[in-house]
């Protein structure tokens, strides 16, 4: 069978004589008898005439492979390779580097994407601070904490769909990736593939490059979120966190509900929830497996459940405060100061005669 053979960067501008007696001085197998082996390349009478690099020596088919010639080949430029393999061969490097420039193009276009994403959760977080300041609530508070990791959210997801739309849109524009000249039917009746065939191979892959980039991105914004919720809540409920650890995540079933679980408001008293009482986290991640509809449905029962029981605490702590209802009086007399001008004796003696 023939053999081709590419000459080396090395040996550009050299002729086989010259290689030859380079490899005997380096005591390296020689080229043997350089005029018969260009005889064997079928350039007879061209051993003294410099190669160029990159070029293709092909040995004749019928030349033993343990001849001196053969031997010394390889030595030089490497093991050969068959003819129908050198005439793919440039199609393949094209290929290669055509989808690594493909791949630093969309990592470019991500990383700008990700940028602006940073900047508009940046500007979100002090929008929040500024906006629950106003009323009062400090930024070190757990609500505020909440509000911008699901604001922080909703962006996350809202820039992963643009990822993936402008991805796409992009890719489907490029121009077709340059490659070295060359026929559609190689050596050997091989076809070569056509700049058509290397477009089609890259747009197969390419969107299911993209999908999966997103769903990363989409599966790491909502862990972060979750994770940010759970620490941000460890003073709240002291010893959550340890809990959460005690968690078995190798579960496929608890990635699909905290998925469920991050989207509602009050994450956190959820969690908290079924920690509590394993029963219904047990319930809750079948549902989340099996029947994630009705897993939602679940969730949203529990989450309005939740709220409404803790309205229900604070007015009946609010209702138990006697402070809570002492209001200003509009009387004259010794009942005309209001709580807030009263002095602490002033205050004691009212409620003692409110209590008699």
Known sequence: ???????????????????SEELYKANRPALGNTSVLAEMLGMQGQHENPLKAGQQ?????????????????????????????????????????GQKSLADRYKGLIDSIKG???????????????????????????????TQANRARDIGVSFAGEEANVGLQAEQQQQAVPQQ????????????????????????????ALQKHVQKLQQDQMVNTFVSKMQAAEQQYPGLEEELNNLNYNDPRMHAFIAMANQMENTVDIMKEVLDNPSKMESLLNMAHNQPYQAQKAL?????????????????????????????STT????????????????????????K
């Not at 939740?306 to 002492?326: F, L, V």
């Open 1 to 19: 069978m023939e053999q081709v053979f590419n000459v080396g960067e090395q040996y550009g501008g050299k002729s086989l004589s010259q290689i």
């Open 57 to 97: 020596l092909t040995l004749r088919g019928d030349v033993s492979p343990t001849s001196a010639e053969a031997i010394g080949l390889r030595e030089a430029f490497g093991s050969g390779i068959s003819k129908q393999e050198a005439a793919v061969a440039p199609a393949i490097k094209t290929l290669s580097e």
């Open 116 to 146: 602006r994403e940073q900047q508009a959760v940046q500007r979100s977080d002090i929008n929040t601070a500024t906006e629950f300041g106003k009323r009062g609530i400090l930024p070190s508070s757990g609500i505020v904490a909440d």
């Open 181 to 208: 000249p060359q026929q559609n039917v190689g050596l050997g009746g091989m076809k070569q593939p056509s700049q058509a065939d290397i477009e089609r191979m890259i747009a197969e892959q390419a969107p299911m």
């Open 300 to 328: 949203k029962g529990l989450s309005d459940s939740i709220k409404t029981n803790q309205t229900a605490k604070a007015e009946e702590a609010q209702a138990r405060d006697p402070m809570s209802q002492i209001k200003s």
């Open 332 to 355: 004259s007399g010794n009942m005309e100061k209001s709580q807030h001008d009263m002095s602490q004796e002033d205050l004691r003696r009212l409620l003692v005669k409110k209590f």
